[in-house]
């Protein structure tokens, strides 16, 4: 697409609801509408996404860009700045092949891309990368600030999960996370039900019979006389890692999401979940199996086999970037499964790694004791449940990082630093 042969544009603009920007959605459009007048492009649409982070939300599940991406007769489109559009370099790139796929531009008041020379698309690449850096800049404070309160006991806020409360500190600053008497013996009872192989909705039901207390709201109700527990809140309280006494920690992402990881915890420096014994009603190895049994329960909610194979949280928080020290995600290229590293871009394919681990941790740590088993009984009962596997895998595992490659995102034995856990030998 030829920018000169531009006649018709749509405004994009994009508005985070944790306000970490501050320029309004009106002031986007505004000067939207004045770069398009100083071309003499005429605006045939404009599209907002008010509220929406891109740290949690991709451009096309977004409202605002898919009612962009629906509308017809356009042949450019007006952002602020790269930011707007996403905050994650995949994202963005993705963003734009849909624009050119419909022969549509791409330009940015704000930022000097040219998506039609290889020179500006490298630097709108480029701002895309510092969008993005810039996000995990604003997550690592969130992280940094939450885990030094965990470090020292304290309740780093977001919502008292049912069955508990925050009570001052008597050791220091601060408050703290501790049982509630009287709701943690119905949360345990509800916990108790769901291993006894009752589904969610049966819970709810019991609950709601037995006159078990509701989880206190932030709003009042709209209809006080309404005692009911629906399965939505149920199925929360059992997903949530408070019950092994872990905290969950789970910054960018958005709490509607439904698809909160329920082992993005808070770990120590060897990656295994800080676990606060005085807050648990389970065990760690009891939750993994909760959740499974609550994965292969909800059919409607069981995501589908190629979208379970991209999220796989086999290896999330698994890996280490060997360069810069912090945990690879995952994501995809070229529709295939990676994990690429935050800071330096480096990309690793997943299958064939998920092969070879799989293969070393089972011919070399298969006869090592795990949760009263064996690896390899362990490994055969988490059958295809990935965060069973990944609890196998994390047990035995003590350093693996990945090193960038000669040749781009191929795996190759020599790009991985692996070292198990030492033996455990009894003590004494
Ligand atoms: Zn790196």
Redesign the pocket.
């Known amino acids: 697409m030829n920018l000169n042969q531009v006649q018709r544009c749509v405004l994009y603009a994009r508005l985070s609801v944790t306000k970490e920007e501050s320029v309004s959605i009106a002031r986007q459009l505004e000067s939207g509408r004045k770069y398009a007048e100083a071309r003499g492009w005429e605006v045939v649409g404009e599209f907002v996404d008010d509220g929406v982070s891109a740290m949690a939300n991709r451009p096309e599940d977004r409202k605002g860009w898919a009612a962009l991406l629906a509308a017809d007769d356009f042949d450019a489109v007006v952002i602020w700045k790269v930011d707007r559009l996403a905050r994650r370099v995949l994202d963005f790139l993705h963003a734009d092949e849909s624009l050119q796929a419909r022969r549509a531009g791409l330009v940015a008041v704000e930022d000097p891309i040219d998506m039609t020379s290889p020179q500006g698309r490298a630097f709108a690449v480029m701002l895309a990368v510092f969008g993005e850096m810039e996000a995990e800049g604003i997550r690592a404070r969130v992280r940094a600030a939450r885990a030094h309160l965990i470090k020292d006991g304290r309740f780093v806020g977001g919502g008292i999960p049912y069955g508990y409360r925050s009570t001052q500190n008597l050791d220091g600053p601060g408050r703290i996370l501790t049982k509630d008497a009287e709701r943690i013996r119905w949360l345990g009872e509800a916990v108790r039900l769901a291993q006894q192989g009752g589904t969610v909705n049966a819970i709810a039901i019991w609950l709601t019979d037995q006159g078990a207390p509701l989880p206190v709201r932030r709003k009042p109700r709209i209809d006080p006389e309404n005692t009911a527990w629906n399965r939505q809140t149920v199925e929360q309280l059992l997903r949530n890692p408070v019950l092994a006494g872990m905290t969950p920690h789970n910054p960018g992402r958005a709490k509607s999401d439904k698809r909160a990881d329920p082992f993005a915890v808070v770990r120590d420096e060897h990656g295994a979940p800080v676990i606060d014994e005085s807050l648990a009603i389970i065990t760690f190895e009891e939750f993994v199996q909760l959740q499974r049994t609550l994965d292969t329960r909800d059919s409607p909610q069981a995501r589908k086999r190629t979208e379970r194979q991209t999220t796989s949280p086999f290896l999330s928080r698994v890996a280490l970037?060997?360069?810069?020290d912090?945990f690879l995600y995952r994501g995809t290229n070229q529709k295939q499964p990676v994990l690429y590293?935050?800071?330096?871009?480096?990309t690793l394919g997943r299958v064939r790694l998920d092969l070879y681990l799989t293969g070393r941790l089972l011919a070399e740590r298969g006869t090592e004791s795990c949760a009263g088993s064996t690896v390899r009984e362990r490994w055969k009962l988490a059958g295809d449940d990935e965060m069973a596997r990944r609890a196998v895998l994390m047990s035995q595992l003590d350093i693996l990082r990945v090193r960038?490659g000669v040749v781009g995102r191929y795996f190759d034995a020599d790009r991985l630093v692996l070292q198990w856990r030492p033996t455990t030998v009894p003590a004494g």
């Open positions: 970037c060997d360069d810069c912090v590293c935050p800071k330096c871009r480096q960038r």
